[in-house]
């Protein structure tokens, strides 16, 4: 399933388990393609209209729902260099 801002909380955290560290600046997950979108800082505009995006591979990446009806976190495990 893809997740984004529409089917997610408001500031739903996104964690890498093996590094303990949050990533930030989240665009999209894609929970069965086990890849995150994310804006690397600082920002780049790529054609004066688009900024530019990159992407992580994982081997599992699970929404944590919370008690709620949508994800307000993320966990992700065994980063695919």
């Given at each position: 399933m893809?997740?984004?801002t529409d089917n997610?909380?408001?500031?739903?955290l996104v964690y890498?388990?093996?590094?303990?560290?949050?990533?930030?600046q989240v665009v999209h997950i894609d929970t069965d393609g086990g890849y995150i979108e994310y804006y690397p800082m600082p920002l780049e505009v790529v054609g004066n209209q688009f900024?530019?995006?990159e992407?992580?591979?994982y081997r599992a990446?699970?929404?944590i729902?919370?008690?709620s009806h949508v994800p307000v976190m993320f966990h992700c495990y065994g980063k695919i260099e």
């Open positions: 893809i997740y984004n997610c909380a408001p500031r739903t890498d388990v093996d590094t303990m560290q949050e990533i930030k900024v530019r995006t992407s992580i591979r990446i699970h929404p729902f919370g008690g």
